[in-house]
């Protein structure tokens, strides 16, 4: 692997007559970037340290700083790390390390080290290749031989002439960048094209201060808005947007697991042989954290058995063989208006219909509407910000009076005094019906968010609305929050109006590889291959199934497993093969952690089994958004090794 | 860092023309900044006109081992185009070209910098390596980037009512030097000898 380490330490003459009249000093070394992992050699504070030590200046501490340059993080590190009776700050790093540091410390900032000087920039990989960023490729006439890289004096219209064996005359181990670019338009026939091109003239104004400068700051507001971190995959929610919900044919048989939820699986309250009907409790909660399961069908039981399951590999599950009449159960009755029903009544209402979060992790809503401590506000999810699900779109267009009285009912469960219903911008129809529905409620405000990965997670949607920041290992009510997901809280509607349990749910089946993408509405237990058939099945060869979104969804390497009280959605795209590379600390995964962490550590732990280092570097706190893993220039199984070390971690309890 | 961004229209149009084309996007450096929406405009309307062959859209091609992985898969319809297109950075076309060498490569982005290396985030400063630091004489300002002339020993002069002359939108580097020194108390170092800049490489140096 190339070096590119960016910095070394001033010769010692320099330093000597730098430290003269100050004293005082602290250290601060950044680690260095774009090297292997593995290649730490230590950042050179020891020998600075001595250099400070052997002219009698007393040395208040050091700090060895990850990426000193991600300002961000660097403040926050900044402020609890310089002792008192501090006067100078000497830092080891490159220019951007050190005028980030002299920005921020509000003391005087000294460079130790001068910095490196390689040309170009290289890509996220560390290969040979370089770029100016000249703002004019010429690639297209050079057959992909960069003129202004390779050609020592930059030349764009041919060869100086000078070359001495194919040698450059200003650098005689260097080729001639010329008949390089001669060679590869021979080999491809392209001569007479180049011969023929006109003149070429550089235009050095094309990158200027202000294009720059523009651009830094629209990308910096992007980057930081809201919330740190998070990343921008592409949408392509397109295919399903607009389409309407169409019911999905009534299945003959549907599996349904007794676990669909977090927590204890339900125990089974059916034998085979019964007869059940739409909306009978076939399974009862089994704890605390734990939710009843309800049929989708009326029907016979015929089985009771471990069957296949999107998350969990296998599940008890009741199968059950639809008689196709769809006959109601008598436990299926209106309740009373919300305006008679008691706060306890509600959570009572909720647990008995098995409403779970729909959002995917599958907590039970029953035990979020009794928090711990008091909550002000209650946040509905409308974001929907994985790519490709459009399934709580659809939902918030269809159910837009549903989702407001599930909304009233979560207020008056938890006592709470504002709802806040947000959605991401890119959902302007959404936006603009909630807003009119709500217009004549006091205390419910729509609130429209810039689009940003994962905005629907719990805590991002907290810091981007309200600005609170939920403690590590904390829940929402921390902060007098309750989030509640768009098809979880129209559930709660159709539990207090209809008496309805959820026992169907609102699912997108799409991806650039599905025939016929669309939104239906699918009972709960329906088979995932039998979707995927409706939708006139796959196209090509090579592709990946998941259950979920692109970025959080989980593969299904078998199509012949039920959709769950989770399931929003299910997704046909191209397989992507890679293969593992070394870490090359590029620094992108701490630069898009929404929970501020460091993910390249947790490779490095993972492969070493340094469980207490995971530990150390706050892994419980990983939310498994994936951003990490969707940015990391390695493609490294990044979520997989942070859940090995969950794992490891928790049984060191 | 980079930008990138689409080349003009007719340009790009003009490397397709009346060819057979395959498309590359590379979206590894998205977060920060990638012409998406143009880019998906003008690669369907190829499609329909029938003069793709294939278009993947991944990530980091810059990365051999993964695009060459990437590609396997593709080589037919490579193959039957006359030219492949990269959207991508320079480095990224570079190493398409190099591992396609029989093939007509072609960029249809321009490649602009961005100041800062780390991450995604770029900085509102940067360094352009010099090999010899100045930031101790300047109160942490860096005249080399933030002053248009890399004065290193003052003003020049020019500037207008605390703006560059040679960029109106650019505020003077050394009028930012100046405030710093004074908000620490250092204004004494401005005495210090004149520098001298080093323009000689590393490697020179290092002989």
Same mark, same amino acid.
């Given at each position: ?7 070394? #330490? ?23 970037? =774009? ?7 230590? &950042? ?33 590190? #900044? ?61 297209? $006439?050079? +057959? ?109 048989? $549907? ?67 639809? /008689? ?78 549903? $989702? ?9 469960? $938890? ?55 939920? &403690? ?132 490095? =732990? ?44 928790? !049984?060191?309890? | ?33 990638? &012409? ?45 185009? /006359? ?6 950075? !320079? ?23 961005? &100041? +800062? ?21 300047? !109160? ?47 204004? /004494? ?19």
């Amino acid at each position: 692997m190339e070096n590119y380490t960016k910095y070394k #330490l001033k010769q010692k003459d320099e330093l000597v007559s730098l430290l003269a009249g100050k004293d005082n000093l602290f250290i601060i070394a950044c680690n260095k970037c =774009f090297k292997e992992f593995e290649t730490i050699d230590e &950042p050179e504070c020891g020998e600075f340290e001595k250099i400070a030590a052997e002219n009698g200046k007393t040395v208040t501490g050091s700090a060895r700083v990850d990426f000193l340059c991600n300002k961000t993080q660097t403040e926050k590190k #900044l402020q609890e790390m310089i002792p008192e009776g501090t006067e100078n700050i000497f830092v080891i790093s490159c220019g951007l390390g050190i005028q980030t540091i002299a920005d921020l410390a509000g003391k005087p900032v000294y460079a130790a080290s001068n910095s490196l000087n390689y040309t170009g920039f290289h890509g996220m990989a560390l290969t040979e290749r370089k770029c100016d960023a000249c703002a004019q490729c010429y690639l297209n $006439v050079t +057959g992909g031989v960069c003129p202004i890289v390779d050609c020592s004096k930059s030349l764009v219209n041919g060869q100086c002439g000078g070359a001495k064996n194919g040698k450059c005359e200003v650098d005689s181990e260097k080729d001639c960048a010329w008949e390089k670019i001669y060679k590869r338009l021979e080999k491809q026939g392209r001569l007479e094209e180049f011969l023929n091109q006109p003149v070429q003239t550089r235009d050095y104004s094309k990158v200027n201060f202000k294009f720059v400068n523009d651009y830094v700051k629209s990308i910096r507001e992007n980057r930081l808005d809201g919330y740190y971190g998070g990343v921008h995959p592409s949408e392509r929610k397109e295919a399903t947007e607009h389409m309407e919900l169409k019911r999905f044919p009534d299945p003959e048989e $549907v599996v349904i697991p007794l676990s669909m939820h977090a927590g204890a699986p339900a125990n089974p309250v059916v034998q085979v042989g019964d007869t059940v009907k739409v909306g009978q409790k076939i399974g009862e909660a089994a704890a605390f954290i734990s939710s009843p399961v309800h049929s989708s069908v009326s029907g016979t039981v015929i089985a009771i058995e471990n069957h296949g399951h999107a998350t969990r590999g296998e599940c008890l599950s009741v199968v059950i063989r639809s /008689d196709g009449k769809n006959t109601l159960h008598e436990s299926v009755q209106p309740h009373k208006n919300l305006d008679e029903l008691t706060p306890d009544e509600i959570v009572e209402i909720v647990k008995e219909a098995g409403i779970v979060g729909m959002g995917g992790a599958g907590f039970p809503t029953s035990v979020k509407l009794k928090p711990a401590k008091p909550v002000d506000t209650i946040l509905l999810n409308g974001c929907e910000c994985e790519p490709l699900l459009t399934a709580d779109h659809r939902v918030l267009l269809e159910f837009a009076d549903d $989702v407001i009285f599930g909304l009233k009912a979560i207020l008056k469960a $938890v006592g709470a005094e504002k709802g806040v219903i947000v959605i991401e911008d890119n959902k302007p129809d959404a936006i603009a019906l909630m807003t009119e529905k709500t217009a004549q409620i006091d205390n419910i405000e729509v609130v429209t968010a810039k689009t940003k990965y994962p905005q629907g997670a719990e805590k991002m949607l907290i810091k981007r609305v309200t600005g609170r920041k939920v &403690p590590s290992g904390g829940l929402p009510a921390d902060v007098g929050c309750v989030v509640s997901n768009i098809s979880t809280t129209k559930a709660i509607a159709d539990a207090i109006q209809k008496g309805m349990p959820l026992v169907e749910r609102v699912v997108t089946v799409t991806g650039e590889r599905l025939k016929n993408p669309g939104n239906f509405i699918v009972k709960i237990g329906t088979n995932t291959k039998d979707l995927i058939d409706y939708c006139g099945g796959v196209t090509g060869e090579d592709i990946t199934i998941k259950a979920g979104g692109p970025m959080m969804g989980f593969v299904l390497s078998d199509v012949n497993v039920p959709i769950m009280k989770g399931s929003n959605g299910i997704i046909a795209v191209d397989t992507d093969h890679t293969k593992e590379q070394p870490c090359i600390k590029c620094g992108r995964c701490m630069d898009v952690c929404p929970m501020e962490l460091s993910p390249l550590y947790f490779a490095k =732990f993972a492969d070493e089994e340094n469980w207490q280092g995971m530990k150390d570097k706050n892994v419980m706190d990983c939310i498994e958004c994936r951003c990490c893993e969707y940015i990391c220039s390695s493609k490294i199984p990044l979520v997989t090794k942070i859940k090995a070390g969950k794992n490891a971690v928790r !049984g060191m309890k | 860092m980079l930008i990138t961004e689409l080349k003009p229209r007719e340009t790009i149009e003009s490397l397709a023309d009346g060819k057979k084309v395959f498309v590359i996007n590379c979206q590894g450096c998205k977060e920060v900044h990638f &012409p998406e929406k143009e880019a998906n405009e003008l690669q369907k309307e190829w499609s329909e006109k029938g003069i793709v062959t294939g278009i993947i859209t991944t990530d980091y091609i810059c990365n051999p081992e993964n695009m060459e992985l990437r590609l396997q898969a593709h080589k037919e319809e490579i193959e039957a185009a /006359d030219v492949v297109l990269v959207f991508s950075c !320079g480095v990224g076309v570079q190493t398409i070209a190099g591992y396609l060498e029989e093939k007509k490569v072609c960029a249809a982005c321009d490649t602009y910098p961005l &100041p +800062g290396f780390q991450g995604v985030t770029p900085l509102e400063y940067k360094c352009d390596q010099c090999g010899e630091c100045y930031l101790n004489l300047t !109160g942490g300002i860096c005249p080399i980037t933030a002053c248009s002339k890399s004065l290193v020993n003052g003003q020049c002069g020019g500037a207008k009512n605390g703006k560059c002359e040679v960029d109106s939108e650019m505020e003077c580097g050394w009028e930012r030097i100046y405030r710093r020194l004074e908000q620490i108390g250092r204004l /004494d170092v401005l005495k210090c000898p004149t520098q001298v800049r080093n323009f000689a490489t590393d490697e020179e140096v290092s002989k």
